[in-house]
């Protein structure tokens, strides 16, 4: 069984910030592109961003300019800093690994990996 080991998650008020950290394994993190989701009550799991191998990025609109995705080699950890965050981040933030596939992997069934989530909550 793969660990993706999320943590960073936690309430903030809006225009606020916060960084999500994902650990995969040494031999995902080196293989495969990491992306964040997230899942709001009642509402499917959408795409936040994604991270390849190359570190490449790729982002979904409504994020871009206030999320980062990145990749840290020497810990094998991914990066989620996500600043002026919005009552409408509000969800349950997960990380995921994907291998193969056409860049960007941005659907769901793309991912082979998934971690256990970490709460977001933006106050207004």
């Known amino acids: 069984q793969v660990q993706l080991a999320e943590s960073g998650g936690g309430l903030v008020q809006a225009g606020g910030s916060l960084r999500l950290s994902c650990a995969p394994p040494?031999?995902?993190?080196?293989?495969?592109?990491i992306g964040w989701f997230r899942q709001a009550p009642g509402k499917e799991r959408e795409f936040v961003a994604v991270?390849?191998?190359?570190?490449?990025?790729y982002y979904a609109e409504s994020v871009k300019g206030r999320f980062t995705i990145s990749r840290e080699h020497l810990k094998n950890t991914v990066w989620l800093q996500m600043n002026s965050l919005k009552p409408e981040d509000t969800a349950v933030y997960y990380c995921a690994a994907s291998f193969g596939g056409t860049w960007p992997q941005y659907l769901v069934s793309e991912y082979d990996y998934w971690g256990q989530g970490t709460q977001v909550t933006v106050s207004s």
């Open positions: 040494e031999r995902i993190f080196s293989t495969y592109a």
């Open positions: 991270v390849h191998v190359s570190d490449s990025t």
